[in-house]
């Protein structure tokens, strides 16, 4: 119900559109929607707002599909410019212990294009491995576009690198304490 929060949620889904797997006209109502019936009710997602030190809101980070084991890297975006340069460095690693200390993970992974070369490099500046590459198909249906498994795709296509860090691997480069 937040208009301020619903508005730039959609700005900055509509800056970045070309970076996500699946690819709409952001609107409020629908943005509504996602927060209010995925969000806030799936017990397997969390949404953090990042704020610089003037409290105002510059991006917002998340996790889905947090299970026993595993939880997914979900909507890292910095929309907008403010607080220390590696504040968005400190804000992952945050989550990521959040995940493994206090959530139980054992591993985190998620999905980006092979193309997008900022958050790639963020990504393995952190520690994350690319443990696998799929080609992807771009399908578009009713204005919308997803971009599918396809391993003989041809035609509109992209790779998509699933990426990794075990709890191991992140405490080896981030030992308790030195945070």
């Known amino acids: ?11 900055w889904r509509e800056k970045n559109m070309r970076f996500f797997l699946t690819q709409f006209p952001a609107t409020k109502e629908r943005t ?13 997602r969390i949404l953090f707002l990042i704020f610089d030190e003037s409290e105002r809101m510059i991006g917002h ?17 910095r929309g907008e410019a403010g607080g220390s340069p590696k504040l968005f460095d400190r804000v992952e690693i ?3 212990d959040f995940g493994f200390d206090k959530l139980g993970v054992e591993k985190h992974y998620g999905e980006l294009f092979a193309d997008n070369f900022i958050a790639a490099a963020w990504h393995r500046s952190i520690g994350f ?4 590459k799929r080609t992807l198909t ?4 009713d204005g919308e576009i997803t971009h ?8 509109k296509k992209r790779t ?12 080896r480069r981030y030992p308790r304490g030195s945070r």
Do not use: H
């Open 94 to 96: 945050t989550v990521l």
């Open 61 to 77: 980070f998340g996790l889905c599909d947090v299970e026993e084991k595993s939880a997914y890297m979900d909507n890292a975006i």
């Open 148 to 155: 599918v498994p396809d391993p003989d795709a041809e035609g």
């Open 32 to 44: 509504q929607a996602w927060l209010r019936d995925r969000v806030a009710k799936d017990d397997t």
């Open 160 to 171: 998509q690198w699933l990426i990794g860090m075990s709890k191991d691997e992140f405490y």
């Open 129 to 132: 491995e690319v443990e696998e």
């Open 138 to 141: 771009r399908v578009e249906r």
């Open 1 to 11: 119900e937040d208009d301020a929060l619903v508005e730039k949620l959609v700005e």
